[in-house]
């Protein structure tokens, strides 16, 4: 079964301090996987995306097959990073599967 | 360019009341999507349509129908209105069937009473 588990739905950290949101994933293919994000009052945006391999707002995230995870990760996080974030796994179907997503809250 | 635009953006029904949501996409779009959003349930699909004449259920389709009107239209119908499916709706479109990026509607709140 084809599955995407955010294991945290709230992480606070201070200002300035490294966050990590974990992602999971349980699929049989070649994944393709993405993170999401909702910032209070703001449509859904995609954040990043693994095929690109790029760094958004100071955000990567490593495929790792291994261990079946995509967790999303910034060196030192800002307030402005408060938002809610959902990991998501496309299939070859043309079908997105969300995670549960986490609240990140950022402390001054 | 207004993306995807979702109407209406509110809405009290009473338990057993149908109604539909719309949702339009002006990118030239080939596949639609409908998810629901609800505390520690994060988003999950209801259908999708993959690309213009086709949809296919999700992971919680019981409750709902939709149509794909056009290549621009996806509409959302609850026919008989329960309380589990008061929730906010999301609609969503990207330009590929199997890959790529969703865009996304502003979202609809639905409140059944």
């Known amino acids: 079964a084809q599955r995407v588990t955010q294991p945290e739905k709230l992480l606070s950290v201070f200002k300035g301090a490294p966050v990590e949101l974990k992602c999971n994933y349980s699929y049989s293919g070649s994944p393709e996987l993405f993170w999401y994000v909702q910032y209070s009052r703001q449509r859904l945006q995609l954040l990043l995306r693994h095929i690109s391999r790029e760094s958004i707002k100071g955000f990567t995230a490593d495929l790792n097959k291994g261990e079946t995870s995509f967790h999303l990760k910034k060196p030192f996080a800002q307030e402005e990073d408060s938002a809610m974030y959902y990991c998501?796994?496309?299939?070859?179907?043309?079908?997105?599967?969300f995670g549960q997503g986490t609240e990140l809250s950022v402390k001054p | 360019n207004a993306g995807v635009t979702q109407t209406p953006k509110f809405q009290v029904l009473k338990t057993g009341q149908s109604m539909t949501l719309q949702c339009a996409q002006d990118?030239?779009?080939?596949?639609m999507y409908w998810y629901r959003q609800d505390p520690g349930m994060g988003l999950r699909l209801i259908y999708y349509?993959?690309?213009?004449?086709?949809?296919d259920k999700g992971e919680v389709p019981n409750g709902y129908n939709v149509s794909r009107l056009n290549k621009r239209e996806f509409s959302l119908r609850l026919e008989s209105a329960a309380p589990s499916q008061t929730s906010v709706y999301f609609c969503?479109?990207?330009?590929?069937?199997?890959?790529?990026?969703?865009?996304f509607g502003e979202g609809s709140r639905l409140t059944v009473l």
């Open positions: 998501a796994l496309n299939n070859q179907g043309g079908k997105l599967i």
């Open positions: 990118m030239n779009h080939n596949s």
């Open positions: 349509s993959a690309s213009e004449g086709t949809t």
């Open positions: 969503a479109s990207r330009r590929d069937r199997n890959t790529g990026e969703l865009f």
